[in-house]
């Protein structure tokens, strides 16, 4: 079982960054792939990154590939989204996963409300 939390959500100008966290419980974090996801209102969820368990692969969404980051601490079990240049389109509630493998969604945090004003 793995519990997840994030964190680092708010409300921010267009051009501007956040950085969110995702906190897991468990001793096999590091075992696990770990994504972020998105949830506009009205929108299916839909795919943002995802990491390897080694952090040694990355993946991103056309949308957000070379503005956002993913990036991960086993030792603090926990994954990070740099957002940088940040538009008024990336509005959503963001949420991490943890999956068996890259992009699975075996477990899922509460999500956090990112607002991007314009």
């Known amino acids: 079982q793995v519990q997840l939390v994030e964190s680092g959500g708010g409300l921010v100008q267009a051009g501007g960054s956040l950085r969110l966290s995702c906190a897991a419980s468990?001793?096999?974090?590091?075992?696990?792939?770990m994504g972020w996801f998105r949830q506009a209102p009205g929108k299916e969820r839909e795919f943002v990154a995802a990491i390897s368990w080694s952090g040694s692969s990355t993946y991103y969404a056309d949308s957000v590939k070379g503005r956002f980051t993913i990036s991960r601490d086993n030792a603090k079990n926990t994954v990070y989204l740099q957002m940088n240049s940040l538009k008024p389109e990336d509005t959503a509630v963001y949420y991490c996963?943890?999956?068996?493998?890259?992009?699975?969604?075996?477990?899922w945090g509460q999500g956090t409300q990112v607002t991007v004003s314009s």
């Open positions: 996963a943890a999956g068996r493998v890259v992009a699975g969604t075996d477990y």
């Open positions: 468990g001793r096999t974090f590091s075992s696990y792939a």
